[in-house]
């Protein structure tokens, strides 16, 4: 046990804030500057002002059992006598502290008063500049997870040649999450930044900023902008099945870049394939994979898992029904086999402009709602989204050498206009 040289509280030995007055402690490695030190004497040291408590009635502990208040540091509740809880989370960060505890040990704030309201996602305005560098243009997209600005970056900009450099500005969405699962939301959001930086693709964007606004309190990164459109919004144009070669085409794209993250060590699960994360863009044609929100190393599901907006506390699954397949919904192994499930059900979307979601592991023949579809690209397309991963492609080299045979072998010597 150490002393605050401030205001002479007790406080561990690895503190970084006092409890009794929110005094930092400035040791480079995190322990007490005083830790020897006898406690000091409660006279002549100047004692600073304390932030006032509220009343008793306003901030007392609530029993477990029946709610009601009771004093800072009873042990048995006075109404109903059941034990309570000798700790207490902060409201700013969620971090474990003594239940007399005014200060986080952690972030140093007051645990008496409940954390400010988070700002919402997707309200800055036209013209806002972000971190001094990023001036808002125009939203792009908004979701459950955070919103995508359009931005003019000023530090690159070119004034001679009037000549701007525009970059995608993610934000993330915090007010969505619960106080006690923001940091694993952070952690998540920032993940995705660091990985998609060590990621050099044609069909992947980059990431080259990555950073927390004091100002707004918001979490951003900065990625490369995609003019383009979605493979959803092109479906949803044409309200009617894609023609075989364009189809081909994408599926080509889509097995180079799944092969590729695949072949990351470790490998790299997108776990999220879907239409609506799928961007032709305009200049080049290419395909590219836009959102890797939920993207993840392989490895076996040890940890407890951040939940979704609205996610049961024993639903484990994390993804977009219709796309996602059966093993990604429970508590087992996710491997690189759910993106070759995700990828067959994009591609009998794109040949049949039937929604997924409408009938999910249990998907109609292709063939049979398109005939243009010869029935053995239909059935390699078919077992890629097998629901048992057992009766599915190993690898998405597999498949695309699959998916390539069958196709030479059914197309040979056709021209174009045939396949249409």
């Not at 540091?73 to 207490?88: D, L, N, Q, V, Y």
């Amino acid at each position: 046990m150490n002393y605050c040289s401030t205001c002479g509280h007790p406080n561990r030995d690895t503190a970084k804030f006092c409890v009794g007055c929110g005094k930092k402690f400035d040791a480079p490695d995190g322990s007490l500057p005083f830790a020897s030190a006898p406690r000091p004497p409660p006279f002549p040291v100047a004692i600073p002002p304390v932030t006032p408590i509220p009343p008793l009635e306003s901030v007392g502990v609530p029993c477990p059992n029946c709610q009601q208040p009771n004093r800072l540091g009873a042990k048995f509740c006075r109404h109903c006598s059941e034990p309570i809880a000798t700790m207490r989370k902060c409201p700013h960060c969620a971090s474990e502290n003594r239940l007399q505890a005014r200060h986080c040990r952690v972030c140093g704030k007051n645990v008496m008063f409940q954390a400010p309201p988070r700002l919402g996602t997707g309200n800055l305005a036209p013209q806002t500049l972000i971190a001094k560098r990023y001036k808002i243009i125009r939203k792009l997209a908004q979701g459950g997870m955070g919103a995508v600005y359009l931005v003019s970056d000023i530090h690159l900009n070119d004034p001679v040649h009037q000549r701007e450099k525009r970059w995608a500005l993610k934000e993330m969405s915090e007010k969505v999450f619960p106080a006690d699962q923001l940091a694993q939301a952070v952690e998540m959001f920032q993940r995705e930044a660091r990985m998609l930086a060590h990621l050099e693709q044609a069909n992947l964007p980059e990431v080259i900023d990555l950073f927390q606004d004091p100002d707004l309190n918001k979490h951003y990164l900065v990625m490369s902008f995609i003019e383009g459109e979605t493979l959803e919004a092109i479906l949803r144009n044409k309200n009617a099945p894609l023609d075989l070669e364009t189809v081909m085409k994408w599926t080509n794209q889509l097995c180079g870049v799944l092969e590729y993250l695949h072949a990351q060590n470790p490998p790299i699960i997108y776990r999220d394939l879907k239409l609506s994360n799928l961007m032709v863009e305009t200049k080049t044609g290419l395909l590219k994979v836009i959102d890797f929100g939920i993207a993840r190393f392989q490895r076996k599901r040890t940890s407890k898992h951040l939940k979704q907006p609205g996610q049961q506390e024993n639903d484990a699954g994390i993804g977009t029904i219709g796309y996602a397949p059966p093993e990604q919904w429970q508590k087992g192994e996710v491997t690189t086999q759910a993106d070759i499930y995700s990828l067959g059900v994009i591609l009998h979307q794109l040949l049949t402009n039937h929604d997924p979601a409408l009938t999910p592991f249990s998907l109609p023949n292709i063939s049979q709602l398109n005939p243009l579809v010869p029935p053995r690209l239909a059935s390699v397309i078919a077992k890629a989204y097998e629901n048992n991963p057992l009766q599915r492609y190993a690898t998405i080299s597999e498949f695309q050498r699959e998916f390539m045979r069958a196709w030479h072998d059914e197309f040979r010597g056709w021209t174009s206009s045939q396949t249409h």
